[in-house]
């Protein structure tokens, strides 16, 4: 409804209290703290780095512990797990808590040792793996890897190019060392285009039996294996046995540590919060003996404000007058209902300070709209029922997701009021069900429409998206006249708010009662004779002000009709706009097409207990993504209407969101004393 004032003030305060000032603003969470050089060579600034980067370091190493404990032993996570929100804890169990910080540190770096030493004996495995895959082709082979031969005799293990047998290779090496007469050529394996295999000759002729087998591509083994291959693979099984064990007790000993997961999401809380007030620390201005500080607060609580650091720790807080470059952050503040719509806006960009906050208005045409291009009360129960279930069952949900599921909620129920206006349950799930399994035959629909039946009359609910669209669009330029006269600009009103206001309602009176428009419209629009005079009285007379006032900052004539000319060419854009509602028709129809399109293909298989489980498998898979499409595309259409044609015509966005100095907090909230 409105954008909260905002007042900046200053607090002084003995230094020795600034930690514990701090402290009592951050859990307050109303100030937004502004960083001010001063430029005062007796102030100075304190040096937090280390402890802050200390405090930030255990944060990290608690959620790493965390992490850990999540993989190894998982928690029980409810269906609505994810809405639940943070744990609260009350001051008296978190103090006790924090008094243990060491110890609960400890359990975390017991953790996360043992998972780096569960991630060293997986490197080992992994090692061992691959020495045995590399040692399988060399199975056969009876003596070291390293063998070179004896006394008298040379040894030569490698692989040789090509693929090849024992002859082959033999005749090969005869060829190019004939005088070998001693020669012994065993082929160990053979994969992709090489030979492996272990050549034995006396030691004179080594040289020649070795010369032959480079001609053959000859090259040693590149395994660092020392020993008989068999042995090592085996002592590679040995080892991977031990570390799969060793495994296996580092897991139980971090399975042991999973009642402390609770401590740690507390401790890593705590020390993230402190880290926080740290950093604030480190740039607020100070001197030997006082501290100085700066930001915004709600102008209501600084009163309260003021009174609690007074009275607490005998501080100076004063109220000062806000510079001319500077620009108040902004917080909304809009009744139960309008909140929940607050981050449609938010997307879009928060209202300056001066300026008019939209939500309230935009809520209820948000709501409105979502439900005419969903339009169906069975998927707006669903939908109302379902949020309203995870409201009460997670009322700790963050402010976010709470804001979100209340907008869903009410949105599902404009889609349950409009389904009944429009006759639309399901699709027509209760007619197909009456006739495929009970026989029903009558010609009229069991749930008929309280208003009427888009699908049959298409036209009708045309010229209805039409005009609740003039009516959204007319808001949004009244919303800008509102403005004009609160800033005292009568001429702006006049010029640009009822000038447009007469020329657009003189051309819709003209255009109602014209054949063109009554045959698209399938309406008859009959007015009394009066109203065509006045008609054409407002678009003329709206019409000349415009070219006259519209281009009104230009004191050449000329130039000022022309733009004024040129503006009259706008009311093309307000065609399109009002063009634009026909989604409403559009995502509405697509709704209860597709789900008559369900309903019907479940009833092809007929009544009877088969035809009957085959219609409710089609017709629950059918409705889930029907649902799903749907809504998302409501969503996506109705934030379009309200950023491109609601907000066209008088909004700007431009604010800084109020970034309160607060507890940011992860896992849990404490539970403040009465």
């Given amino acids: 409804m409105a954008v909260v004032d905002m007042q900046k003030i200053s607090i002084c305060a003995h230094r020795s209290n600034r930690k514990a000032i701090l402290e009592t603003l951050q859990s307050l969470g109303i100030m937004q703290v502004v960083i001010d050089d001063l430029d005062d060579p007796e102030l100075m600034k304190m040096d937090t780095a280390d402890a802050r980067a200390r405090f930030e370091k255990n944060a990290d190493l608690a959620d790493q512990a965390i992490a850990v404990l999540d993989t190894y032993v998982p928690e029980k996570a409810g269906l609505l797990s994810g809405f639940s929100g943070k ?3 009350d001051k008296e169990a978190y103090s006790h808590i924090i008094d243990t910080q060491t110890d609960i540190m400890a359990e975390a770096r017991e953790v996360l040792r043992n998972e780096k030493a569960i991630s060293e004996c997986n490197g080992n495995i992994l090692r061992d ?21 004896t006394k008298k005799t040379a040894a030569f293990i490698g692989t040789v190019s090509g693929v090849c047998d024992e002859a082959a290779l033999y005749a090969q090496i005869r060829e190019k060392a004939p005088e070998a007469d001693a020669l012994s050529v065993n082929v160990l394996s053979t994969e992709n285009d090489s030979t492996n295999v272990f050549v034995l000759c006396l030691k004179e ?16 083994p590149s395994q660092a294996v020392s020993g008989v291959p068999a042995r090592e693979a085996e002592r590679c099984a040995a080892d991977i046995e ?10 139980e000993e971090i399975r042991a540590k999973a009642p402390t997961r609770g401590d740690l999401r507390i401790v890593a809380d705590y020390y993230r919060t402190r880290a926080e007030k740290y950093r604030l620390l480190g740039t607020i201005p100070q001197s030997r003996n006082v501290f100085f500080l700066e930001g915004w607060v709600p102008a209501d609580s600084v009163d309260r404000v003021e009174t609690l650091l007074t009275t607490r720790y005998n501080a100076v807080v004063e109220k000062e007058q806000k510079q001319e470059e500077e620009v108040e952050p902004t917080l909304l503040h809009n009744n139960k209902y309008s909140e929940n719509y607050e981050p449609v806006l938010e997307s879009y960009g928060l209202p300056q300070h001066g300026r008019v906050d939209p939500t309230f208005l935009m809520s209820i045409f948000y709501c409105f709209f979502f439900g005419m291009m969903l339009s169906d009360a069975g998927y707006g129960l669903m939908m109302a029922i379902g949020c309203f279930v995870v409201l009460k069952k997670c009322p700790r949900m963050g402010k976010g997701m709470k804001k979100m599921l209340n907008m869903f909620m009410w949105c599902g129920v404009s889609t349950t009021f409009w389904g009944i206006m429009f006759g639309g349950f399901f699709g027509n799930v209760i007619d197909v069900v009456a006739q495929t399994f009970f026989g029903y035959t009558g010609a009229t629909p069991i749930l008929k429409p309280l208003w ?14 039409m005009l609740f669209g003039l009516i959204h669009l007319f808001t949004g330029l009244g919303i800008k006249g509102y403005e004009y006269l609160k800033q005292g600009d009568v001429v702006g009103f006049v010029s640009d708010i009822v000038a447009w206001y007469a020329f657009l309602i003189g051309l819709i009176l003209i255009l109602l009662p014209t054949d063109l428009f009554q045959n698209i419209a399938q309406m008859e629009f009959n007015f009394p004779a009066f109203v065509a005079p ?7 007379a709206g019409m000349i002000v ?7 900052a230009n004191k050449n004539w000329g130039l000022r009709i022309a733009l004024g000319a040129y503006d009259i060419y706008g009311v093309t854009s307000w065609l399109s706009d009002v063009l634009s509602y026909s989604r409403l028709l559009a995502l509405g129809l697509a709704t209860g097409v597709i789900a008559q399109v369900i309903n019907t293909m479940g ?18 898979v059918g409705t889930v993504l029907n649902f799903a499409i749907n809504v998302l595309g409501a969503y996506v259409h109705t934030n379009r209407l309200q950023y491109v044609e609601f907000f066209g015509k008088f909004y700007d966005g431009g604010g800084e969101p109020f970034v309160p100095f607060e507890v940011k907090s992860k896992y849990i909230d404490v539970k403040e004393e009465a």
């Fill in 87 to 89: 744990k609260l804890i």
């Fill in 129 to 149: 793996e691959n020495q045995i895959e590399a040692l399988v082709p060399w199975m056969k082979l009876d003596v070291p890897m390293s063998f070179n031969g």
């Fill in 205 to 220: 002729e080594s040289e020649e039996v070795e010369a032959a087998l480079r001609a053959a591509g000859f090259a040693r």
């Fill in 242 to 251: 031990k570390q799969k064990a060793e495994i296996a007790g580092l897991e």
């Fill in 452 to 465: 009427f039946d888009p699908l049959t009359q298409p036209m009708r609910l045309l010229v209805w998206c």
């Fill in 534 to 540: 006045v008609a054409k009285f407002l678009t003329f």
């Fill in 546 to 552: 415009i070219v006259l006032m519209s281009g009104r």
């Fill in 603 to 620: 009833s092809m298989f007929g009544g009877g207990p088969i035809g009957a489980i085959l219609f409710a498998v089609i017709f629950l």
